[in-house]
């Protein structure tokens, strides 16, 4: 995935309800852009630090531009804006690089599934079935380890995707939870119990039930971003 227009370079003064961050460019213009990150953002920013953002022309648009890569403390780049995920993902399968999901026929997006009123990310068609595969962008770094975790915060929904993908699989249909590892320098991920206890149970409940559990991590430079190789899931 190409950042097309290109991305501009700046540095992070402050992210503040939640949603939006305080940053000057590097011609010393002073905005407040969207960030379309939900979670923390634990480990994943650091105030002075760089920042790389899109910038919007739209004049319906509130603000002028949206957030898509940080610098981190621990000096990797990490793609922060988690609708990337998907659209990463979708190009990985397309393209085949996430081979143990290589082989379907059809690719519908947003499906809706389940008992708890859910939407799985894709749905994949296949000449003897289906898959369902649930997409999680990961962030989450640490020092003096080459392993990210998830999630960055308490996610009761996460948790509910993981049941319902585990009521699936004991139905006999294939279920995938994939993380898509948005950040550099890393080679596995877990998740992270120390943040979420109850998601990390849920994951090992989702494993134990038959659900099949992926991760991919990324090629991130400002210019682009793409899923290239798999990574080693601890649990």
Same mark, same amino acid.
């Given at each position: 995935?190409?950042? #097309? ?5 700046? &540095? ?5 309800? &939640? ?29 002075? /630090? ?24 621990? /000096?990797?780049? $990490?793609?922060?804006?988690? !609708? &990337?995920?998907? &659209? %990463?993902?979708?190009?990985?399968? %397309?393209? /085949? ?10 690719? +519908? ?48 929904? /996460?948790? +509910?995707?993981?049941?319902? %993908? ?29 943040? =979420?206890? !109850?998601?990390?149970? $849920? ?13 991919? !991590?990324?090629? %991130?430079?400002? =210019?682009?971003?793409? #899923? ?8």
């Amino acid at each position: 995935m190409q950042f #097309i227009p290109s991305l501009e370079e700046g &540095r992070l003064l402050k992210r503040y309800k &939640r949603f939006l961050a305080d940053i000057e460019t590097m011609s010393g213009e002073l905005l407040t852009i969207h960030c379309p990150n939900t979670g923390s953002m634990l480990n994943c920013m650091v105030e002075g /630090g760089q920042v790389w953002f899109s910038r919007s022309n739209d004049p319906k648009r509130k603000l002028p531009g949206t957030w898509e890569i940080s610098e981190t403390p621990q /000096g990797r780049l $990490a793609c922060v804006n988690t !609708g &990337r995920a998907n &659209r %990463l993902v979708e190009e990985a399968l %397309l393209s /085949g690089v996430i081979s143990e999901l290589n082989g379907f026929t059809a690719l +519908k997006r947003e499906v809706a599934y389940g008992q708890e009123n859910s939407r799985i990310d894709f749905r994949l068609e296949y000449p003897d079935g289906f898959a369902f595969v649930e997409v999680k962008s990961v962030t989450l770094g640490f020092d003096g380890t080459r392993v990210a975790a998830f999630p960055d915060a308490v996610t009761q929904r /996460g948790a +509910k995707h993981l049941r319902e %993908l585990a009521s699936l699989a004991r139905e006999g249909v294939r279920a995938v939870q994939l993380y898509c590892v948005n950040l550099t320098g890393i080679d596995a991920v877990r998740p992270a119990e120390e943040i =979420d206890p !109850g998601y990390a149970a $849920a994951l090992r409940e989702a494993l134990a039930s038959g659900v099949q559990v992926l991760a991919y !991590g990324v090629n %991130l430079t400002s =210019d682009a971003v793409v #899923i290239d190789r798999r990574l080693d899931v601890i649990l």
